[in-house]
């Protein structure tokens, strides 16, 4: 598929290693964007933190009830906090041509950021993302707060 795709979601760290992640707002809205995104036929990234020598484990198998079956799912493993250059290589490997990106998950302050930072800086796109779907190390309006000078004043960045 070489088309230019609207938007592709990125879920990011929704790992039951992070107790951030199991946050039940954050989960309900997570699972919000799923369905809104496999009712457009639109890709859906989860991106999942790895160590070989920690078992940090896989995204939470609520979140993967709903993607298992859906064929525009694409697990990517990443080592650091930025999975920017591993949904690039996902869309690279995939023939996706991506206009916008509505990114979710936790920690707004770590891995959230540095993703948003490499698709908005180094790739140029477009990102939204999504506040009630993300959230922080300590809460969702602390990690926004503490990071409210990237999260406002990036280019081609959008917090709804």
Same mark, same amino acid.
């Given at each position: 598929m070489n088309d230019m795709i609207k938007d592709a979601l990125v879920?990011?760290?929704?790992?039951?290693?992070?107790?951030?992640?199991?946050?039940?707002?954050? =989960? /309900? +809205?997570?699972?919000?964007?799923?369905?809104e995104f496999r009712e457009k036929n639109l890709p859906i990234i989860v991106l999942e933190y790895y160590y070989p020598t920690e078992n940090l484990g896989h995204t939470l198998p609520c979140l993967t009830k709903l993607l298992d079956d859906y064929y525009f799912t694409r697990y990517v493993r990443k080592s650091d906090d930025d999975g920017g250059r591993e949904v690039i290589k996902c869309l690279r490997?995939?023939?996706?041509? =991506? /206009? +916008?990106?509505?990114?979710c998950g936790?920690?707004?302050g770590a891995c959230v950021r540095e993703t948003v930072w490499t698709l908005t800086y180094t790739y140029h796109k477009h990102i939204k993302?999504?506040?009630?779907?993300c959230n922080g190390f300590s809460s969702r309006r602390d990690a926004f707060n503490r990071n409210k000078d990237f999260y406002t004043n990036t280019p081609n960045l959008a917090v709804v």
């Open positions: 879920i990011v760290d929704m790992q039951g290693y992070f107790s951030t992640a199991k946050d039940k707002a954050t =989960i /309900k +809205n997570v699972k919000s964007l799923i369905r490997d995939n023939g996706w041509e =991506i /206009k +916008n990106f509505t990114v936790v920690n707004l993302v999504v506040k009630k779907a």
